[in-house]
């Protein structure tokens, strides 16, 4: 008896590849043109979490030598203070990529499409301006949301086969599950997003050769769900104690069925913020190319 044993596909070794490549591009548009990828983070109010994401992706762009500023406003700011700052930045030359750092506060709940569609979709790193969102579905060339993309491209490095293949994405939220499908689609795999209304939903899950779990639900996808030897990509993050998280995925007992697998953590949740700093590289790409 072989017993075979899932590849485990470790999200540093991608998010250290994808690096290289937007510090390389980076430096290369500074000797083309004079000029340095910026990234705009608003972070509005005192949400521990945020903060801590913000810094990462302050430290990250430190680290590739970006332009990184970071606009705070209190907790009290007011939508007219908030889309002030956007605009403030849609017009700054140095600034390539915008993101407003989501959840907002409360008072701000209400109102948070109205402002992140403020962003100049040049401008829109994550990706989730209508206007990207659009020409991610009909092939056209735009930012493409920092998740989706960071699988899609360690799918790539991995060389795992996607053209013809049966792909099922669990989850269809706007940021992880529909672009993920969109992605997957325009590498001509057979696309099924499920969701919460799915019937049978292992039925639907064990016919997939490349799996994506986006659910939000600790180890939700048991071994009996997985088709042997298929890639599986968790996607969840989900804090089960104080310092205990885990994925959407049993990653103990579907690592005996898969062929490939992601750990969390370790996994595509370090790729996220590595992508966010190729979107920056990519937007001031595109922006002083259309300006030289
Ligand atoms: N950097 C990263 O790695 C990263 C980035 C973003 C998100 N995440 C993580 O990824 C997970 C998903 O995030 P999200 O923002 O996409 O979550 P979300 O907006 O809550 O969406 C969850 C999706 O799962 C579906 N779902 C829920 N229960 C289900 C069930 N029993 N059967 C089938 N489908 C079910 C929901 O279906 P309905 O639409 O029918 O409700 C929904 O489409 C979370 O754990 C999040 O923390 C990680």
Do not use: W
């Not at 086969?161 to 939220?173: F, I, L, Q, T, W």
């Not at 706007?174 to 969109?182: C, D, E, Q, T, Y």
């Amino acid at each position: 008896v072989v017993l075979l044993a899932a590849k485990i596909l470790r999200g540093k070794e991608f998010a250290e590849a994808f690096k290289r490549d937007a510090y390389d591009r980076a430096r290369a548009l500074e000797e083309k043109y004079g000029v340095t990828p910026g990234l705009a983070v608003v972070l509005v109010g005192e949400d521990p979490a945020s903060q801590v994401y913000v810094r990462n992706k302050d430290k990250a762009c430190a680290q590739l030598a970006l332009f990184s500023r970071v606009v705070k406003l209190p907790e009290t700011a007011t939508k007219q203070e908030v889309l002030a700052a956007v605009d403030e930045l849609n017009a700054d030359a140095r600034i390539h990529g915008i993101l407003v750092q989501l959840p907002l506060p409360a008072a701000l709940r209400g109102v948070e499409r109205e402002i992140t569609d403020r962003i100049d979709p040049k401008k829109d790193v994550d990706g989730f301006h209508p206007v990207n969102v659009g020409r991610l579905v009909s092939g056209e060339p735009g930012l493409i949301p920092c998740t989706p993309h960071g699988v899609l491209k360690m799918l790539q490095m991995a060389g795992i086969e996607m053209d013809g293949k049966r792909a099922v994405v669990v989850g269809r939220s706007n940021i992880v599950g529909k672009p993920m499908a969109s992605l997957l689609l325009a590498q001509n795999a057979t696309v099924t997003i499920c969701h919460s209304h799915t019937r049978d939903l292992p039925a639907v899950t064990r016919e997939a050769d490349i799996l994506v779990a986006a659910v939000g639900r600790p180890r939700f996808i048991t071994a009996d769900m997985v088709k042997p030897g298929a890639a599986v990509i968790d996607v969840g993050i989900n804090r089960i104690a104080p310092k205990k998280l885990v994925g959407d995925v049993d990653f103990e007992a579907v690592s005996e069925v898969a062929g490939a697998i992601t750990p969390v953590p370790g996994g595509v949740g370090l790729l996220t913020v590595a992508m966010l700093m190729e979107n920056v590289v990519t937007a001031a790409e595109q922006q002083a190319a259309a300006r030289a």
